[in-house]
């Protein structure tokens, strides 16, 4: 009993089991009912659709239950899922696999909104993508279940592999947009996918598109590829208006053909509408050169000399078919692929041209292009895919272009055209810069409180001096340019130039360029030299005189001795008799003091080979 007491004791109680089960399904439960219902109104808006066209029809071939079993195909058929039409004339059943692309916004639209509307109410993100993507799979199994008892029968195949990965991607869509899009670390499951790469290719993705400071490069190409894309799909939508145009007695004797009453009419011009998208893409891959397949051994091409397969379904889209090649409509497919090479380029160009100080090499330039080529043939293969399949058997296994060939003509066409223009592009862009940058580096680095000198050479005391020499010697400090009088207040270290440099042009110096403000002169000495009209330093003579010579060296003495003089001198010129009597500078000199200032013009010099001392200054009585 004792075990079991410890074992009851130990096991959580009802309430908070219930308070934790209370504080966990809401969340789960909103994402749940959240993809129903997003389901729900997709499958809603089929049925409305189709439920009109029953009721206005005049010549109803079923019931309300044929309709709705209708409306349930349908709505499958926008999610990619293959319908097979059991009645027919020969009895074989024919596959339908021909999805209206613009069908399939409408469903992805609806569960992307779900799941972003749902993470509002959970805290994880999974939560709301798992709830959201279980709910719209079960209405959407139930739809198929409904589905299968009717004409127009969904093939298991498709609806186990469709529906599911078209649910988890627009969740996931929208549960990203919902967090505003992050980048968060690689999941395990691709970590445990770039570890089974062979090393070669796992360090050229690592440093090249996983890279942090890579990210922007990948972005760039990831729009240029889009763009390209866009404009592919956009060039194929006017290349469908213009052949409408072209053949607009085909079309609309195809159309009259049909039906005669408008409900029908009305039914055509919906198709129609749904296909538009799907034409435009057969249309580029058209334009781009493999053309696409009307059924078995059929292929519509700029280049193909055969002419339209005749027994072709009466349809106002196939009725525009363009025929043997040839004729002006063959050489306006030509703004296909220049419209596709061109926007990536474009794309590309401006992305390496945002930051002029950090601009792409030419040679990144190229490689960027012909990466967003590939990623945008590899995304126009599979519009290719989706955009096409079969609408019977026999002749009609095979509607639209082979994926394969169209990715890789949008592919090669990018990269042949887009490099090219995209360098071009680049050099053109930065044509300003190139100019300018010789004269930026031959402008010489100043201090921040070094004004530039005037054209004529003549500089303050704080101003460079670009063509000071002294004795045939140059001296420079850091990058400033060589002689200048604001170097020596620096405390940075003199050097001299290399030999074999002309005297007009700087000399380069490896290192950073001076950025320090000259010292701080103190104001004791500043009014010392200003008082004795003196410098504080000055270049070398240049008239052969030596600076430790003993000329120069009483020179120095007298002036430092001259500016240290007090104003007023001591009553008492010798109180302790420290000075000694013969030395000239002694204030106890015998002579007059007039006859000291008469005598200061004309020194003698007591030793041979020593000059005298200028004798000082003295101040008036």
Excluded at 245 to 268: D, I
Excluded at 291 to 307: H, I, K, T
Excluded at 493 to 501: E, I, N, Q
């Amino acid at each position: 009993m004792a075990g079991v007491t410890h074992l009851t004791d130990r096991r959580p109680s009802l309430p908070p089991l219930l308070t934790r089960m209370r504080g966990r399904s809401p969340g789960l439960g909103a994402a749940f009912l959240g993809g129903a219902v997003a389901a729900g109104l997709g499958l809603a808006s089929f049925a409305v659709l189709v439920m009109v066209l029953w009721v206005s029809s005049p010549y109803p071939d079923s019931g309300p239950d044929g309709a709705l079993h209708m409306a349930a195909s349908l709505w499958l058929l926008a999610h990619g899922v293959e319908l097979v039409r059991t009645e027919t004339l020969s009895g074989v059943p024919a596959p339908v696999g021909l999805t209206p692309l613009l069908l399939v916004a409408l469903p992805v639209w609806l569960l992307y909104r779900a799941a972003r509307d749902a993470v509002d109410g959970v805290i994880m993100p999974r939560t709301a993508w798992a709830g959201a993507v279980a709910g719209y799979l079960a209405v959407g199994t139930a739809a198929a279940l409904y589905a299968s008892g009717g004409e127009l029968r969904p093939s298991w195949v498709f609806t186990a592999l469709c529906l599911p990965v078209l649910a988890a991607g627009a969740a996931g869509a929208g549960v990203w947009a919902a967090y505003g899009c992050p980048h968060g670390p690689m999941p395990p499951w691709g970590r445990r996918g770039l570890a089974a790469l062979p090393a070669g290719v796992r360090r050229f993705v690592t440093d090249s598109v996983l890279a942090p400071e890579a990210r922007g490069r990948v972005l760039a190409v990831v729009r240029a590829a889009g763009a390209g894309v866009a404009a592919l799909v956009g060039a194929g939508s006017l290349l469908v208006a213009a052949s409408l145009v072209w053949h607009g007695g085909a079309a609309r004797g195809s159309f009259v053909q049909l039906t005669e009453v408008w409900s029908g009419r009305f039914a055509v011009l919906l198709l129609c509408l749904a296909l538009v998208p799907n034409a435009a893409v057969w249309a580029a891959a058209y334009g781009l050169g493999p053309g696409f397949v009307l059924g078995a051994g059929q292929v519509a091409a700029p280049l193909s000399a055969a002419a339209p397969p005749p027994l072709l379904p009466a349809f106002p889209l196939l009725a525009a078919v363009p025929g043997a090649g040839g004729t002006p409509l063959s050489w306006l497919v030509g703004v296909v692929p220049v419209a596709g090479g061109a926007t990536v380029a474009w794309c590309v160009a401006r992305a390496a041209t945002k930051e002029r100080a950090a601009a792409w090499s030419w040679r990144r330039t190229a490689g960027s292009v012909v990466l967003a080529a590939g990623l945008c043939g590899l995304a126009f293969a599979l519009l290719a895919a989706l955009a096409g399949g079969p609408l019977g058997s026999a002749a009609l296994a095979r509607f639209g272009p082979v994926w394969w060939e169209a990715g890789g003509a949008a592919g090669g066409w990018a990269a042949v055209l887009g490099a090219p223009v995209a360098v071009g592009l680049r050099g053109w862009w930065l044509r300003g810069s190139r100019d300018t940058e010789p004269a930026e580096r031959e402008t010489p680095v100043r201090g921040p409180e070094a004004p530039e000198s005037e054209t004529d050479g003549s500089a303050g005391p704080n101003e460079p001096s670009a063509g000071s020499v002294s004795g045939g010697r140059r001296f420079r400090v850091g990058t400033a340019s060589a002689g200048s009088v604001a170097a020596w207040f620096s405390w940075a270290k003199l050097s001299r130039p290399d030999r074999g440099v002309p005297p007009s042009a700087p000399t380069p110096v490896p290192g950073p360029a001076l950025a320090s403000t000259p010292a701080p002169v103190p104001a004791a000495v500043a009014a010392a030299v200003a008082e004795a009209d003196l410098e504080l330093y000055d270049f070398l003579p240049s008239d052969g005189v030596g600076w430790h010579d003993d000329e120069s060296r009483q020179a120095r003495w007298a002036a430092l001795k001259e500016a240290s003089t007090p104003a007023e001198p001591s009553k008492d010129p010798d109180p302790k008799g420290s000075l000694d009597p013969r030395d000239p500078r002694d204030p106890r000199d015998p002579r007059d003091p007039r006859e000291l200032q008469q005598s200061q013009g004309q020194p003698k010099s007591s030793e041979p080979g020593h000059p005298q001392e200028p004798p000082e200054r003295q101040p008036e009585p």
